[in-house]
């Protein structure tokens, strides 16, 4: 069973293997997230770059996972794709194969962020059109205020913590700030931040 987790993936070493529509979408997603991305491609010209991924014209081998944290077998070709598969069992790397979530270590959700709040969608590979209307829904759900919300949160809710006092009325309190409207959030978030200042001044 595959759970969710955030996964720190800065410094990471990637090997992507095919840079078709999904490879793509994979390498830009890992190294966007911070990941050393190597990818591997069959035919030039890779009319195609994108910032922290080095792409090489070579054929996978074994040899290329010598120094790989974790994988993905892109490749339109289910024997190249299965015989990544297979190196990567071989050494315990954890894989994600294109065509084949069964045996995929890990998936690629949909993701959708708004500053700190994360939220993925995943319906295991039963139904990416399911996946793509639900997030639809949280896009429009969850807009792009939410960066601000979290920000002020994020603010107030140390200031809460920092002050000493009974933990069931830390609790009371950051649970009250939940209900307030981001407007008032910013609000509060910004005097904070202003006597924080004029503390430390
Ligand atoms: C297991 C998984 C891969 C993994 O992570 O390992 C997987 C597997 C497969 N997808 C296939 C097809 C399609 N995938 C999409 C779209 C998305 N697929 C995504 C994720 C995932 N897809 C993972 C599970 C996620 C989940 O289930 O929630 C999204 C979320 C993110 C992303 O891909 O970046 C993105 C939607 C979000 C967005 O767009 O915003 C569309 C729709 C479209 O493109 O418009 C189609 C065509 C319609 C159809 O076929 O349903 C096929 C068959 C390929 C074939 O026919 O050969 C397989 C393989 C199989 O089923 O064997
Ligand atoms: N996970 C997902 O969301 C989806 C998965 N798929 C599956 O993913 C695979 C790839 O799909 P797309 O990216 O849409 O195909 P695509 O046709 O856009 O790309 C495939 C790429 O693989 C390359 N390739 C083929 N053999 C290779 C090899 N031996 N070494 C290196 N590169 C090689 C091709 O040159 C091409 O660039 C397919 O098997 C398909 O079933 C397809 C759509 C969505």
């Known amino acids: 069973m595959k759970t969710p987790l955030l996964f720190e993936m800065n410094g990471r070493r990637a090997l992507v293997v095919g840079l078709g529509r999904v490879g793509r979408r994979r390498a830009r ?4 997230a911070g990941c050393t991305v190597t990818a591997l491609i069959k035919a030039p010209p890779a009319d195609w770059n994108s910032t922290g991924v080095k792409v090489v014209q070579k054929a996978f081998e074994a040899a290329d996972l010598a120094s790989v944290d974790l994988v993905v077998a892109a490749t339109d070709d289910a024997e190249t794709n299965a015989a990544v598969l297979a190196a990567c069992r071989v050494r315990g790397i954890p894989v994600n194969v294109a065509d084949d979530p069964d045996a995929s270590d890990f998936f690629f959700p949909a993701v959708i962020r708004r500053g700190d709040l994360t939220l ?9 059109m399911t996946t793509k209307a639900i997030v639809k829904e949280l896009k429009a759900a969850y807009g792009e205020d939410y960066a601000r919300r979290l920000a002020a949160l ?3 809710r140390a200031a809460i913590i920092a002050r000493a006092g009974d933990p069931a009325e830390k609790r009371r309190r950051l649970k009250e700030l939940t209900a307030l409207p981001t407007s008032k959030l910013a609000e509060l978030a910004a005097s904070q931040n202003q006597s924080e ?3 430390e001044a």
């Open 120 to 128: 993925s969608v995943c319906t295991e590979g039963a139904s990416p």
């Open 197 to 199: 200042q004029s503390e």
């Open 154 to 156: 994020k603010t107030l």
């Open 29 to 32: 997603t890992l190294a966007d």
